[in-house]
C-alpha cells in the first residue's frame, strides 16, 4: 500500500518487509535491493494495481469469470442464493475478491438441496454473513432446518413463583401512604 492505492507483488512474496521507490510515473518494490514489482503508479481515488503474473495460478483462473456470471450461477440454486452471492460482492472492495468465496458457496450448492441452500442464504443474508464457511455451518448444524420449522417453541421461562415480579411491577409507580410518588 502507498498513497491509499494498492500494488501487487508476486505472491510468493506476500506479507513481506519490502523498500519501495516511488517517481512521478512509477512505483517499484524491492525486497533486499532486487527488484520484485514495477508499476504505474495511481493517481486519485483508492485504487488497485494488480498484475496477472503476481497472482497464483488458481486466482488466475478465476480473473476471466465475471461477477454476473457467477450470480447467474447462484441464481440457479435460488433467489436468496444470489441475493447472498450479490451480498458478498458489493461488500468486496474488489469483486474478484468475493470469487473464492462464491466458488464455495456454489460448491456447497452441489451437496445441498436447493431448498436447504435458499433458507441457509436467507439466514447468512439475515446476519450479514457474507462467507462460504457461515453457510456451510448453518447447513452442517442444520439451523436451515430450525429456520424453516419456524422454531414456534414457546420460552417457558422459570415458571410462576412467588419472587417473580412481571412487567407491571415495574410499569406501574406504586404510591406512598402520603400520596407521594415513588419508583
Request: glycine share 8%.
Amino acid at each position: 500500500e502507498m498513497d491509499h492505492h494498492y500494488y501487487s507483488v508476486p505472491f510468493v512474496h506476500a506479507h513481506k518487509e519490502v523498500d519501495v521507490r516511488v517517481t512521478e510515473r512509477t512505483v517499484e518494490v524491492f525486497l533486499k535491493g532486487e527488484r520484485i514489482a514495477s508499476h504505474r503508479r495511481l493517481y486519485g481515488a483508492e485504487r488497485y494495481d494488480t498484475l496477472d503474473e503476481h497472482m497464483p495460478s488458481a486466482h488466475r483462473r478465476y480473473k476471466n469469470r465475471k461477477p454476473s456470471q457467477l450470480v447467474e450461477e447462484a441464481r440457479e440454486i435460488g433467489l436468496a442464493t444470489a441475493a447472498l452471492a450479490e451480498a458478498i460482492l458489493q461488500a468486496k472492495a474488489h469483486p474478484e475478491q468475493g470469487y473464492r468465496t462464491l466458488l464455495g458457496i456454489l460448491r456447497l450448492g452441489k451437496s445441498y438441496p436447493r431448498e436447504r441452500m435458499e433458507a441457509a442464504a436467507k439466514i447468512c443474508l439475515s446476519m450479514n454473513i457474507y462467507s462460504s464457511k457461515g453457510l456451510q455451518l448453518i447447513l452442517r448444524n442444520g439451523t436451515d432446518r430450525l429456520q424453516a420449522q419456524g422454531r414456534e417453541t414457546p420460552d417457558a421461562g422459570v415458571g410462576e413463583h412467588e419472587n417473580v415480579r412481571g412487567p407491571g411491577y415495574f410499569d406501574r409507580r406504586r404510591r406512598t401512604p402520603a400520596g407521594e410518588q415513588t419508583c
